[in-house]
């Protein structure tokens, strides 16, 4: 079977003599490829060549708009690939073609955007006295460390490195142990480009390569995508060594439709909002907030919509392909049962076998009505196509509900009415507010982050450069003539 190799201090670093680690089609349950699970050797030299390349000269004589220039190269051979490449986003995480070959776009614009960027990252100098010339300077921070989720790998990855290379850091990507391939696919174009250990791919299982990455003493930055739980080991790792962490942690999205919104807009928005990457997505719209008086008028869109979706695997592009792994699969249908068994399931609600792929990791979408919002299911990410829904009477319960869960990633508000719409959006605890939209294209441009347990600072984003520099005052003290 293919084994993917690691990239560590410029050389390729094969599978021999090495604990390996099968990843799976989800399509179709069988093993596709191999990775390695990274040694304690392996993350020890990682972390030395990074830090030894983030202070030779050949790095630092990269001068700013090269390495923007670089950024830019890898996002025309990103879409000069993207028949490839989605095809194999396709495979690693079971996604339909249409969302892959959306992901790998996503992938070309952060590397572009960033590339842009790279030589407009500016200090500033602040008025002190006659005397004085006080510069604000920003520096990058140094190794930067990226722990990438398998739902969506190669945005998440390229999202976070391409803002650390262009403000001048080295990176240690750690793929996910399911979806290494597109990861690996743009450490092969990066290989001969980069001076040895400024970009580097390191493989494993997190709980043992991830951990040993985060609680490096000589690392300088974390950028983690994932769950709460392995967030808030990360950060404690990282206290220990005091290293800043940007963290994105998920969410229990909610869309909020008012009696005057636009109907089909909104119907389609909140099924695509939770189907898309079959609800394995941070920001998924996982709870439906709909006005008492148009709840039966809604349901029965949605209902005829939900039970419209092709499902199959990905690579037959149909609306939504299989959950990504065993676990995810056994999760899901463990919760589909005890919603089936207490009555909340309204439409799905059961496992799916597609005929020649019995193996792969089918579920209905599915839509669970009656619940209370302290409900478990309703409070909890379950990162499935499962829709929860609330009713409300006034514009205050709705806020109140909306608000009611730990997380505060993203919301969507659908209403006419602008200052209702503006008056909620003003009141959501969310880093992202969508009104009569949801999601708005993908948004390379738009600050990404959560409020509460969501996660701590922002991606994406002129703002996200900030999280891979620092900040020094230089204050120069001269004399004019006497
Ligand atoms: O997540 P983990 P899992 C949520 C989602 C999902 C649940 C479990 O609800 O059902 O998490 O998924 C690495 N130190 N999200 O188990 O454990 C791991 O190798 C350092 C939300 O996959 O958070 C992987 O690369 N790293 C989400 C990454 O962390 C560690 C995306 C995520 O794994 C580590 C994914 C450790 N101790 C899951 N342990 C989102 N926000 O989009 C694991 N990892």
Same mark, same amino acid.
């Given at each position: 079977?293919?084994?993917?190799p690691?990239?560590i201090? %410029?050389?390729?670093?094969?599978g021999? @003599?090495?604990?390996? $680690?099968?990843?799976? *089609? ?13 040694r304690?050797?392996?993350v020890?030299?990682?972390?030395h ?6 202070e ?5 004589? $990269?001068k700013p708009? =090269?390495r923007?220039?670089? +950024?830019?190269?890898?996002a ?6 993207a028949?490839e490449?989605?095809? +194999?986003?396709c ?11 959306a992901?790998?776009?996503a ?7 960033? @590339? %842009? ?11 002190i006295?006659d ?13 930067t460390?990226?722990?990438v989720?398998?739902?969506?790998p190669?945005?998440i990855?390229s999202?976070?490195?391409a ?5 001048g *850091?080295v ?8 979806t ?5 696919a743009i ?6 480009k ?7 791919h ?5 709980r043992?390569? @991830?951990?040993?990455? /985060? ?5 300088n930055? !974390?950028?983690?995508t ?12 990282a206290?220990?060594?005091?290293v ?6 998920g969410g229990?999205?909610?869309?909020i ?14 099924? &695509? #909002? ?8 941070c ?5 439906? +907030?709909? =006005?008492?008086?148009v709840?039966? #008028?809604f ?8 039970e419209?979706i ?5 690579e037959?592009?149909v609306?939504m392909?299989p959950?990504?792994n065993e676990?995810?699969?056994?999760k ?8 089936q068994?207490d009555?909340?399931v !309204?439409?799905?609600? =059961?496992?799916?076998q $597609?005929k ?9 979408? /599915?839509?669970?009505?009656g619940?209370t919002h302290?409900?478990?299911?309703a409070?909890?990410e379950i990162f499935g196509p $499962?829709l /929860?829904?609330?009713?409300?009477e006034?514009v205050?319960?709705a806020?109140?509900?909306?608000n009611?869960?730990?997380? %505060? ?6 209403s ?7 008056y909620?959006?003003? &009141? ?5 507010v969508?009104?009569?939209?949801? @999601?708005?294209?993908?948004? !390379? ?9 969501s996660? !701590?600072? &922002?991606?994406?984003?002129l703002?996200? +450069?900030? *999280? ?8 120069i003290?001269?004399?004019g003539?006497t």
């Amino acid at each position: 079977m293919n084994i993917i190799p690691m990239f560590i201090n %410029g050389k390729w670093i094969t599978g021999e @003599g090495e604990q390996l $680690i099968d990843v799976y *089609n989800p399509s179709t349950g069988e093993p596709m490829a191999q990775i390695i699970n990274a040694r304690d050797v392996h993350v020890e030299e990682a972390v030395h060549a990074a830090r030894q390349a983030f202070e030779s000269r050949e790095w630092r004589n $990269i001068k700013p708009y =090269e390495r923007g220039q670089l +950024l830019t190269a890898l996002a025309a051979y990103i879409r000069e690939h993207a028949e490839e490449l989605s095809l +194999l986003e396709c495979k690693d995480v079971g996604k339909p073609l249409a969302q892959a070959q959306a992901d790998i776009e996503a992938a070309a614009r952060y590397f572009e955007f960033y @590339g %842009g960027a790279a030589d407009k990252v500016m200090g500033d100098t602040i008025p002190i006295e006659d005397g004085i010339l006080n510069a604000v300077v920003l520096e990058p921070v140094g190794v930067t460390v990226h722990i990438v989720p398998w739902n969506y790998p190669i945005q998440i990855t390229s999202r976070s490195v391409a803002a650390a290379i262009a403000t001048g *850091n080295v990176v240690i990507v750690k793929s996910a142990e399911d979806t290494p391939l597109t990861t690996h696919a743009i450490t092969q174009w990066l290989a001969d480009k980069l001076p040895p250990g400024v970009f580097q791919h390191v493989t494993g299982y997190g709980r043992e390569v @991830g951990a040993l990455l /985060t609680s490096h003493p000589h690392i300088n930055h !974390i950028t983690f995508t994932g769950s709460v739980p392995t967030g808030i080991a990360v950060m404690k790792a990282a206290a220990e060594n005091v290293v800043p962490v940007t963290l994105e942690l998920g969410g229990k999205s909610p869309n909020i439709v008012f009696a005057d919104a636009p109907f089909e807009q909104a119907v389609e928005g909140v099924v &695509r #909002a939770i189907i898309q990457n079959a609800g394995q997505t941070c920001s998924a719209g996982a709870r439906l +907030l709909v =006005e008492a008086s148009v709840k039966e #008028a809604f349901l029965q869109q949605l209902v005829k919509c939900f039970e419209a979706i092709r499902i199959g695997p990905g690579e037959a592009d149909v609306d939504m392909g299989p959950l990504l792994n065993e676990n995810q699969y056994v999760k899901i249908a463990t919760l589909l049962k005890e919603a089936q068994k207490d009555g909340y399931v !309204i439409t799905g609600g =059961e496992t799916l076998q $597609i005929k020649g792929f019995e193996k792969g990791y089918y579920v209905q979408p /599915t839509i669970l009505d009656g619940l209370t919002h302290h409900h478990p299911f309703a409070q909890e990410e379950i990162f499935g196509p $499962i829709l /929860t829904v609330f009713t409300f009477e006034t514009v205050e319960e709705a806020i109140e509900l909306a608000n009611s869960t730990q997380y %505060g990633l993203v919301a969507g508000v659908w209403s006419e009415n602008v200052n209702t719409a503006h008056y909620v959006a003003s &009141r959501l605890q969310a880093g992202q507010v969508f009104i009569n939209n949801y @999601g708005a294209a993908g948004g !390379i441009q738009m600050p990404f982050g959560g409020y509460k347990k969501s996660g !701590i600072g &922002r991606e994406k984003g002129l703002v996200a +450069l900030r *999280n891979y520099t620092q900040m020094k005052n230089i204050a120069i003290k001269y004399a004019g003539p006497t």
